[in-house]
């Protein structure tokens, strides 16, 4: 009570299909874009990041692109974007979950439909 509350929103973005000329499923739009939110997510609150996939990309096997993007981007496979500065290279801890800012509750939305 009495407590003024800043809300804030991180978002990855990817196109469909993620690359041109290209017939992708709908989960590899949605892996792209969710490893946009996880890099969006890592550099702070309330910023974006992007991933847009070119033409020279499209024959990579996707997990290789969206686990070293940085690499992708290098190869041409790749562009990628973001409203600040930030690193796209591989988390370190894979299975720990991500560091939480002490000004942040936890979630209490596990899904949203």
């Given amino acids: 009570p009495g407590q003024c509350l800043t809300p804030s929103m991180s978002g990855g973005v990817a196109p469909h299909p993620l ?12 892996r792209a874009a969710s ?8 550099s702070g609150t309330g910023t974006w ?6 033409a020279e990309g499209r024959n ?7 686990r070293d993007p940085e690499h992708a981007l290098a190869q041409g496979w790749i562009m990628i974007g973001g409203g ?6 591989p988390p370190r801890d894979v299975g720990a979950p991500p560091a ?14």
């Fill in 35 to 42: 490893r946009a939110l996880q890099v969006a997510r890592r």
């Fill in 100 to 113: 939480r800012d002490e000004n942040r509750g936890q979630s209490r939305i596990s899904h949203l439909p």
């Fill in 84 to 89: 600040r500065p930030m690193s796209w290279a």
């Fill in 60 to 66: 990579v096997d996707l997990y290789s692109i969206l």
């Fill in 49 to 54: 990041a992007g991933l847009w996939g070119l």
């Fill in 19 to 30: 690359f041109p000329g290209t017939a992708a499923s709908h989960a590899e739009t949605l």
